[in-house]
């Protein structure tokens, strides 16, 4: 772009720049030239120092203060021999000078060399650019990735916690059934995402240590005796050896829920008798979530299962002896989230044994 009040300078100037192979936009003003520079974003501004209305110095400044136009090169074209005003200019961030009259060699070399430096800053803008859609190509792949390794976990957990599962007659849907229960009022009690889907992954894990526990004695229909209740209670002790030793946080968090997810508010439960806030926070959501879906669902020891309405009342009624009373109120609150995850994961349930009535019918 040039930019000069004279038009016979403009007209000089693109004669000399045009057989350069150069497209030469012209303004007789600053107004003007701000106006196309705004719409054209020339490579190159060969600007006129003294104009009427808005001088060069305005202009320079005004590009130089705006994020869009700074890197274009500007060249100060002046009759002006005067030290200061180049200094002015300089400060103001011109980046080259040309003396009137202009001398076509030089304003060759000139131009040259800066529109090499404009294609620098050009090249590395649409590097960075580039760059950057690039690396945020490859974190949504890489987030993409993490999330089918985080489900593929939790569908290893899942799978691997049923070996205990099922030989308590239960099948994966409890595991899942109770697992979101506690991420849901982990969530209520407004622990992190972080929290609550570590509480996602390591419930299912509670009751692990089932698979120590003799069969005559975990299928037994009707109440245990003292003897076989005390086996039972080990159960917990077993999951928690299972468990212990990892670095992983879903597997160090299990450890905690299946030692603690029996513990009682009252200090009544096992296997430590922990009262309070001694039981660690995630065995007590663990175990109102736990409770909630055996209260719901068929077991050995109970002809059947309890409606969910019986089973909210239940919980209601253990509040402060067997639950903590803030995690009861945060369960309660939640009543119609919990039912639609029961009913989600019923429908599961209903659909996986007609298909196994299905293949193996009676």
């Known amino acids: 772009m040039v930019v000069d009040d004279d038009e016979r300078v403009r007209k000089?100037?693109?004669?000399?720049?045009?057989?350069?192979?150069?497209?030469?936009?012209?303004?007789?003003?600053?107004?003007?030239?701000?106006?196309?520079?705004?719409?054209?974003?020339?490579?190159?501004?060969?600007?006129?120092?003294?104009?009427?209305?808005?001088?060069?110095?305005?202009?320079?400044?005004?590009?130089?203060?705006?994020?869009?136009?700074?890197?274009?090169?500007?060249?100060?074209?002046?009759?002006?021999?005067?030290?200061?005003?180049?200094?002015?200019?300089?400060?103001?961030g011109a980046d080259d000078f040309l003396t009137k009259p202009v001398e076509v060699t030089e304003l060759r070399a000139r131009v040259k060399s800066l529109l090499k430096v404009k294609a620098y800053h050009d090249y590395m803008i649409n590097y960075q650019k580039e760059l950057e859609k690039e690396v945020e190509r490859r974190t949504r792949q890489l987030r993409k990735a993490f999330q089918r390794i985080k489900v593929a976990s939790l569908e290893t957990i899942h799978r691997l916690s049923r070996a205990a599962e099922y030989r308590d007659e239960e099948t994966g849907a409890h595991i899942q059934r109770m697992s979101y229960y506690a991420s849901a009022v982990a969530r209520k009690l407004g622990l992190s995402e972080n929290t609550v889907e570590t509480i996602l992954y390591a419930s299912p894990m509670h009751d692990i240590g089932k698979i120590g526990i003799p069969?005559?004695?975990?299928?037994?229909?009707?109440?245990?005796?003292?003897?076989?209740?005390?086996?039972?209670?080990?159960?917990?002790?077993?999951?928690?050896?299972?468990?212990?030793?990892?670095?992983?946080?879903?597997?160090?968090?299990?450890?905690?829920?299946?030692?603690?997810?029996?513990?009682?508010?009252?200090?009544?439960?096992?296997?430590?008798g922990l009262k309070g806030r001694e039981i660690p926070l995630a065995g007590r959501i663990t175990a109102i979530a736990d409770v909630f879906d055996a209260l719901t669902s068929s077991r050995p020891y109970r002809k059947?299962?309890?409606?969910?309405?019986?089973?909210?009342?239940?919980?209601?009624?253990?509040?402060?002896?067997?639950?903590?009373?803030?995690?009861?109120?945060?369960?309660?609150?939640?009543?119609?989230?919990?039912?639609?995850?029961r009913e989600k994961f019923l429908d599961q349930e209903n659909s996986w044994l007609a298909r196994l009535k299905e293949h193996f019918p009676a």
């Open 12 to 92: 000089l100037l693109e004669a000399f720049l045009i057989p350069m192979g150069y497209q030469v936009i012209s303004a007789a003003n600053g107004e003007e030239a701000l106006k196309k520079i705004a719409e054209e974003y020339p490579d190159l501004v060969l600007l006129d120092v003294m104009m009427p209305g808005m001088d060069g110095f305005e202009v320079l400044k005004e590009l130089k203060s705006n994020e869009k136009t700074r890197l274009i090169p500007v060249v100060m074209v002046t009759a002006l021999d005067d030290l200061s005003a180049r200094v002015k200019a300089l400060e103001l």
């Open 215 to 272: 069969d005559h004695i975990l299928l037994k229909p009707g109440k245990l005796n003292p003897e076989e209740w005390e086996i039972m209670k080990q159960h917990t002790v077993i999951g928690g050896k299972i468990l212990e030793g990892s670095t992983s946080g879903f597997i160090k968090l299990a450890e905690v829920i299946a030692l603690t997810h029996h513990e009682k508010w009252d200090g009544t439960g096992y296997p430590k």
């Open 304 to 341: 059947k299962p309890f409606s969910p309405s019986e089973a909210f009342k239940m919980i209601e009624e253990a509040k402060g002896t067997h639950f903590d009373p803030r995690v009861v109120e945060a369960f309660l609150s939640l009543q119609e989230e919990i039912l639609s995850i």
